[in-house]
């Protein structure tokens, strides 16, 4: 959320938004400090500049009414203390660092200080105690209170930038433990100290506070006010969500938990307000409107927190029934189960609509009508739940909902609609539930809504979309509006000579947003702004790599930016190809910069996370094969000799392995066991290394155990071991698993292979599934037209071209027009990227491949290949 405030169309980092009033400040700042700025905070230095690496923090907390009081107090004393300290600089600022879904290590915190020892430390906190005795302030999770203070806390950790850089390219703060080794700085929800570091604040005749210090602990330990809590259903910055049961009767209910201070809303209202006035509609409706919101059984305080009781509702949430069963994000689903589908959906809506004329006639509107707070059981039958947001229809409430639920208007707008006709938003919403029911597009549909006309053309390829279906869905969005994009039909007329038009307007949108001056020079995601947005994932790497393909010329300002700011940053910068220098390299290399690319190959050789990763994307093969793709370049045997000892350092096939691949053991083309195989395969064919080959066949065989079937005839592959989503794309999946195996189709044999034979079949089977949420490369629809593409160009089989081709045109059902072109939205799907993970350029470089056969446009080898062979032969 907070890279979507800054501005309607591109992710942008929060500290580009700008202050809102009240801006927090001290008022007079004494003689040789310094006054700065660091993201969301004002940052103040002593004269003497001096701050130490690391101790314990001190920090204060403060409720939004009375954060410039708290600011002047606590200033004072860190003023005449000498301590360096920061604070949040604006309301909006802690607007964010306090709200319901911020960042819940981060939510409490006003103002950070940094003495530079125990006593200074001792010292500051009972002043500010002391001082702030009569303040309220919200818990901080991951520190411990000063004595009885309620805004004064504490934790041990790093002060200044003392971090490495993962493989995943994401900064990881250190901190020496008792021992003086660097270890992670755990910033988590919970008191943690290092080996060997104990706490001198706690008092020693009294036993030390708890470590978890979470608002309430583990459930399954946890019984008070009549209630045995089960299980933790939902957590958030603002509190969480539990079943429980009554320990007089053992009846099953739910629990709301708001803490105290946090959960704030836009509206600066705090969870437990919000908690209060729940309670409140629930208790008016179960008199005016019964059954139609959950019965409340109870609402009470305990420790600083509030918690509502109502009755439990079962089933599970509409979100989670569409991914269950609609039926177009599985492929092979017959005409038979779309119509069950429809008729499902429609008795869903129908009970939706009925509920919300009741809510309406009881006098009250729900406002947030999403997805997520509708019920639906085993016998679709559809309850509301989280009535927090629900209004009388005269009051005034949050002017500011889910994208793709709530009207796209100006704030002035929303105002004069909540005032002349509140139950708009309702029926709004569910309208949005609708389009959600035929295609989750959230908000995409907003910007574009001729996108919904390409969605029913490609549903009702299997069949017909009911109209009663159809006209909820665009009740508020026509689908008809003019549109310089084709019309599914036109597409279909003549898919090619579209689907290059379609290419031309994605390179055009992504030159046109380029900004060669700016740090980041083409708009991306906020996974790129906390990565490298120079990568190939995210940043320039990858778009330049993407429009080189196209044949779009490159911008030499540019190119010559990328070089000099990778080879600056090179020491800090992850080394694997797809967030690192080494995929920085091969786009340098392929664009002729040979020795700056052979100085980022060898950083990223040398970086000390390296053997943290065997893996293609952020890891050790990554680097290998980017040798053998400068050898390409310059012929050095080098490169080759590199490339076969990087691989020696793997581990082989085994737990050994398993612990270097992406986290949580994963799977897939980058993170897991394919991606070294894809190595495997061209130490086979460029060098001749016969071992190459059956390892790499035996680590396609050990990544496929973990295989689940994906619809008609399909397989899909879990993400990870903690995370079991069924995947089907390139970066993990099914996409990704095929590209890897077509290269080894030389080398299997129909009776000793026949079970990886079968693989690529259902693999290929799952990439032609009819909808995907998302349009990009890594995690999306370009990323199945690249599989497809891939292994239609090297088989030359038909059918799978014909396949790439269909699903490319659903490409039309992502794309958003635009004077400058054609944009997509990128991860998150609230704004557009032009990255090649998630955005245009993914999709670009999926269409260069299929429309020009493109060889080699996603960091392979085919073509050096195929002459090393033949020149050995």
Not at 800 to 812: E, G, P, S
Request: with cysteine; proline share 6%.
């Amino acid at each position: 959320m907070p890279y979507s405030l800054a501005d309607q169309d591109f992710y942008q980092p929060f500290e580009n938004v700008p202050d809102a009033d009240p801006v927090y400040s001290v008022m007079e700042l004494p003689h040789g400090w310094n006054r700065g700025r660091s993201g969301v905070w004002t940052v103040y230095g002593p004269p003497s500049g001096q701050l130490a690496d690391y101790g314990w923090k001190v920090h204060v907390s403060a409720t939004m009414a009375r954060a410039q009081r708290v600011l002047d107090i606590a200033s004072r004393i860190l003023f005449e203390a000498g301590i360096p300290f920061k604070h949040l600089s604006d309301v909006l600022r802690y607007t964010w660092l306090h709200h319901k879904v911020g960042n819940r290590a981060q939510s409490g915190k006003f103002i950070a200080a940094y003495p530079p020892d125990v006593p200074s430390a001792q010292r500051l906190m009972e002043l500010l105690s002391d001082a702030l005795r009569d303040e309220q302030g919200p818990h901080i999770l991951g520190d411990r209170r000063f004595r009885d203070s309620s805004v004064v806390a504490y934790r041990y950790g790093s002060f200044v930038d003392t971090s490495r850089t993962r493989p995943d390219g994401l900064p990881e703060r250190l901190v020496p433990d008792g021992f003086g080794e660097l270890v992670p700085d755990q910033r988590g929800v919970t008191f943690i100290l290092p080996a060997g570091v104990t706490d001198p604040f706690a008092a020693p005749a009294t036993p030390a506070p708890p470590t978890h210090t979470d608002s309430v602990p583990q459930p399954e330990a946890v019984t008070f006010d009549g209630l045995r809590f089960e299980r933790v259903l939902q957590r958030s910055s603002g509190g969480a969500a539990y079943q429980a049961v009554t320990t007089d009767t053992g009846r099953r209910v739910f629990v709301k938990e708001a803490r105290a201070h946090v959960g704030l809303h836009w509206n600066h209202t705090s969870g437990q307000e919000r908690l209060q006035h729940e309670h409140t509609v629930l208790s008016e409706l179960q008199e005016k409107a019964p059954g139609i919101a959950p019965q409340p059984l109870s609402h009470f305080r305990r420790w600083e927190n509030t918690f509502l009781v109502t009755e439990f509702i079962e089933g599970r949430s509409l979100r989670t029934w569409m991914v269950e069963h609609l039926p177009s994000i599985k492929v092979g689903s017959p005409a038979s189960t779309y119509e069950a589908y429809y008729a499902r959906c429609l008795t869903v809506l129908d009970q939706l609509r009925e509920q919300i004329a009741r809510l309406h006639a009881a006098g009250y509107v729900f406002v947030d009508m999403t997805p997520n707070n509708v019920m639906v059981d085993d016998e679709d039958r559809v309850r509301l739940i989280d009535f927090e947001a629900a209004s009388r229809s005269a009051d005034s409430f949050p002017l500011l909902g889910t994208d793709g639920f709530f009207p796209r208007l100006s704030l002035t707008k929303l105002k004069r609609l909540a005032q002349e006709d509140p139950q708009y938003f309702d029926w709004y919403g569910l309208s949005g539930i609708a389009r959600f029911l035929l295609g989750p597009l959230y908000d995409l549909v907003q910007r574009e809504p001729g996108v919904l006309r390409h969605v029913r053309h490609s549903l009702e390829e299997t069949a017909p979309v009911p109209e009663r279906l159809w006209q909820e869905a665009t009740r508020f969005t026509d689908p008809e509006v003019a549109t310089s994009l084709p019309s599914p039909e036109e597409v279909a007329a003549d898919p090619l000579r579209h689907l290059r038009l379609l290419r031309d307007l994605t390179a055009d949108a992504i030159v046109a947003v380029a900004d060669p001056d700016a740090d980041v020079v083409f708009p991306t995601v906020p996974r790129g702004y906390e990565s490298n947005t120079r990568s190939v994932a995210y940043g320039t790497a990858g778009v330049l790599h993407a429009l080189r393909l196209a044949g779009r010329e490159t911008d030499p300002t540019i190119l010559s930016r990328l070089a000099e700011s990778a080879l600056r940053e090179r020491h800090d910068a992850a080394p694997g190809i797809t967030v690192g220098s080494a995929g920085v390299a091969w786009v340098l290399a392929d664009h002729g910069m040979i020795e700056e690319a052979r100085a980022l190959l060898d950083a990223a050789e040398r970086h000390p996370v390296l053997a943290q990763r065997a893996t293609l994307g952020e890891g050790t093969a990554g680097v290998a094969l980017t040798h053998l793709a400068l050898y390409g370049h310059d012929g050095d045997e080098r490169h080759l000799r590199r490339a076969a000892e990087l691989r020696a350092e793997i581990p082989e096939d085994g737990p050994g392995l398993a612990t270097v691949l992406g986290y949580n053991h994963a799977t897939g083309l980058l993170n897991g066991r394919s991606g070294i195989a894809l190595l495997d395969h061209y130490l086979y064919r460029m060098l001749g290394d016969k071992a190459a080959r059956t390892r790499g066949l035996g680590l396609l065989r050990t990544e496929l155990l973990r295989a689940r079937p994906s619809g008609e005839g399909g397989v899909a592959f879990p993400v990870s071991d903690k995370d079991t989503r069924s995947m089907i794309y390139l970066y993990a999946g099914a996409a990704g698993f095929a590209t890897v195996v077509t290269r080894y189709l030389d080398d299997l044999s129909d009776d000793q292979d026949a079970d990886l034979l079968k693989a690529l079949t259902a693999s290929l089977a799952a990439c032609r599934t009819p909808f995907t949420v998302y349009s990009g490369l890594f995690e999306g629809r370009a990323g199945l037209v690249f599989a497809l593409a891939e292994h239609a160009a090297r088989t030359g089989d038909q059918d799978t071209h014909q396949a790439a081709v269909d699903a490319a045109r659903r490409l039309y059902g992502h794309a958003v027009a635009h004077h400058t072109g054609a944009r997509f939205v990128g991860e998150g799907t609230v704004r557009f990227s032009a990255d090649l993970a998630t955005g245009s350029a993914g999709v670009l470089l999926a269409l260069t491949r299929l429309l020009d056969n493109r060889a080699d446009a996603f960091f392979t080898l085919d073509s050096l290949a195929a002459r090393m062979a033949t020149s050995r032969g």
